[in-house]
């Protein structure tokens, strides 16, 4: 498993923009596909989006497509989801996730980080 640390959430007003980050420790993080995750309060937690270990496949669900990107830098151990245009709706807790591809795109990874907040007020 590897170590996983989220960063950078916070309260923004609607269409505003964020961007979080997931720290990992271990010296092979880009054998791993990372994922970010959400969960609202009352919901089941959902995807949002993946990205391959290599940086060239990236995944999003279609809540989100074309208003987040995510992007990893394998040197820092460091994946990021850039979030535009945010709306009311995204408020949620945010996880990042690692493991192959195949597990992050199922909702089963293998690691989880601890979260961070995301409110956006409308």
């Known amino acids: 498993q590897v170590q996983l640390v989220e960063s950078g959430g916070g309260l923004v007003q609607a269409g505003g923009s964020l961007r979080l980050s997931c720290a990992a420790s271990?010296?092979?993080?880009?054998?791993?596909?990372m994922g970010w995750f959400r969960q609202a309060p009352g919901k089941d937690r959902e995807f949002v989006s993946a990205?391959?270990?290599?940086?060239?496949?990236?995944y999003y669900a279609d809540q989100v497509e074309g208003r987040f990107t995510i992007s990893r830098d394998n040197a820092k151990n460091t994946v990021y989801l850039q979030m535009k245009t945010l709306k009311p709706e995204d408020t949620a807790v945010y996880y990042c996730?690692?493991?192959?591809?195949?597990?992050?795109?199922?909702?089963?990874?293998?690691?989880w980080g601890q979260g961070t907040q995301v409110t956006v007020s409308s």
């Open positions: 990205i391959s270990g290599s940086g060239t496949d990236t």
């Open positions: 996730a690692a493991d192959h591809t195949e597990g992050v795109l199922a909702g089963h990874p293998g690691s």
């Open positions: 271990g010296r092979t993080f880009s054998a791993y596909a």
